[in-house]
């Protein structure tokens, strides 16, 4: 990656585009926004922004791009890891009035859920400079490398999601970069054998924030987001273990579930003896019961008013997708509830979550049970509720295994947010 010089930077293009009034001094009230406008214009080539979950990493991003293009006069890409965040993050580009293109396959259908005003290109008429131009990283990858294709700056959504090996396949796309992305996430999924490069902090498989600061350290520009408006701060400090580095508060409103015209804790756990395993038939219906009766009865109450929780205010999420699957076919008749795996809810948020713990019919000398980052994103999706559906083996074997093992910090976070999801309540709905 190569510096771009500040001064070639024009104060504002040659012809801009209006700003909405939203957009034109969001920076003023957005600090992390001014400061990654400035690294940027100073010429930064490498800006990464952290993220707790529910921060506004999107919505950084998109501001970010309307300025970088519309005031700054860049030709600007934007990466994100799914189709459906290449979407989202168009449609809400094109909303803050910069002019959107969505880099697509050129057999592919225009995407129903597309802004009327985000235009099309593919690989043959791709042209930087005729506005933001959004695509996955699988499609910017598959750019032919007979075109001369380059961008004053890559804006990278939900870069924890990314691997270093393939922000290095980026690496001629642009001059600077700027990742933005929540360390707390799981870690890229990788299919291939990554053993050889396990001490490694700078492996082809590591999260790209992460390796890109410990290969290339002061030389990358840091910056965070320093509140969530997902959910309160209950959550944010039962989450507190899982971002040592990155403290933040919330700065959602009051915000609650009733049941019955009671008030609901924001989190509570919901302990069951799994003893099928993962895909044990009560812990399912512990589950989709929950959900359901949190359909009938219960209410959001929010400073707009009280209203009552709808099916696509609810989501089932799941470490399984045995276990997912069984969910969906239990809540087969409510459609609009999310039923997926954690993985698959990376990105999402809703009224009220019931998730499935994912060291329910583990043992704790299982990676995948104590994977901290499937942990978080299953405490994080919720705005206003959470009950997990949790074994009632799981405190007693993990604080064997911490006795066992007592510097093992992983084991230590599992069990202190493992406790206090059992102190804040317990018990069916």
Known sequence: MR??????????????????????TDHLRNPTLAQALFSV??????????????????HLIT???????????????????????????????????????????????????????????????????????????????????????????LLIDEAYQLTFADLGALGALADQFVLVGDPGQIDPVVTGKTRRWDTQTTGPHVPAPQALVAAHGDNVARLRLPQTWRFGQDTADLLAPLYPALPFTSARPPRHLSLDGQPLPEYRALPLPATGGTADPQVILAATQTARSLIGRAAVTTPDGTRPIEAADVAVIAPHVEQAALAAAGLADLPDVFVGTINQAQGLQRE??????????????????????????????????LSVVSDERSPHLLAEALAEHPQSARLAIQGQLLSRLIAAGSGPL
């Open 3 to 24: 510096k771009a010089p500040a001064a070639t930077i024009p104060a504002s293009p040659a012809t801009p585009a209006p700003p909405t009034a939203a957009s034109a």
């Open 41 to 58: 214009w100073s010429g930064d080539a490498a800006v990464v922004i952290d993220s707790p979950p529910g921060a506004g990493k999107t």
């Open 63 to 153: 501001r970010l791009a309307h300025q970088l293009h519309t005031r700054a006069g860049m030709t600007v890409a934007v990466a994100a890891q799914t189709r459906a965040q290449a979407v989202d993050v168009a449609n809400r580009t094109a909303a803050t009035g910069a002019p959107t293109i969505l880099h697509v396959d050129a057999e592919k259908e225009r995407p129903r859920t597309l802004n009327p005003g985000v235009t099309l290109t593919n690989s043959r008429t791709l042209r930087p400079g005729n506005g933001v131009i959004v695509a996955t990283t699988a499609r910017w990858l598959w750019v032919p490398s007979n075109r001369s294709v380059h961008f004053d700056v």
């Open 352 to 385: 009220a979550v019931v998730t499935i713990h994912p060291l329910l019919g583990h043992d704790v000398d299982e990676s995948f049970a104590l994977d901290l980052g499937r942990l978080c994103v299953a405490l994080s999706r919720h705005r206003a509720h």
